[in-house]
C-alpha cells in the first residue's frame, strides 16, 4: 500500500491549494477515503472525508464551506481544494483510507500559510 500526498507549499492567507493523494496497493474505488493533519505540537485531526463514489462527504467544522474533497476512481486519486486559508491550517496534510488504518500512512504534505 502506498499513499503519496502532494500539493502543499508556502501561501498567504487567503489564498488557496489543491492537495493530491494517489494511491496504489489496494482496491482504491471501494473505500471511502480521508485527509487529516497535524500542526506542531498538536495531535493529528480529521478535516475531511469521502465516500466511494464522492457522492457524500464530510468537513471538520473548522473547515467547512472552504475546503472541498472529491476524487477520481480511475486515476486513484483524491483531493482537496483548499480555499481563503487560514494561518491555522498551517499543517502536514496526510490522506488515509476511512476508517483510518495505521499501516497507511505516507509522508504527508507541508503547508505553510503565512504572509
Known amino acids: 500500500v502506498q499513499l503519496v500526498e502532494s500539493g502543499g507549499g508556502l501561501v498567504q492567507p487567503g489564498g488557496f491549494l489543491r492537495l493530491s493523494c494517489a494511491a496504489s496497493g489496494f482496491a482504491f474505488s471501494s473505500y471511502d477515503m480521508s485527509w487529516y493533519r497535524q500542526a506542531p505540537g498538536k495531535e493529528r485531526e480529521l478535516v475531511a472525508t469521502?465516500?466511494?463514489?464522492?457522492?457524500?462527504?464530510y468537513y471538520a467544522d473548522s473547515v467547512k464551506g472552504r475546503f472541498t474533497t472529491s476524487r477520481d476512481n480511475a486515476k486513484n486519486t483524491v483531493y482537496l481544494q483548499m480555499n481563503s486559508l487560514k494561518p491555522d491550517d498551517a499543517a502536514v496534510y496526510y490522506c488515509?483510507?476511512?476508517?483510518?488504518?495505521?499501516?497507511?500512512w505516507g509522508q504527508g504534505t507541508q503547508v505553510t500559510v503565512s504572509s
Open positions: 469521502i465516500s466511494t463514489a464522492g457522492g457524500s462527504t
Open positions: 488515509n483510507r476511512w476508517p483510518r488504518r495505521e499501516d497507511y
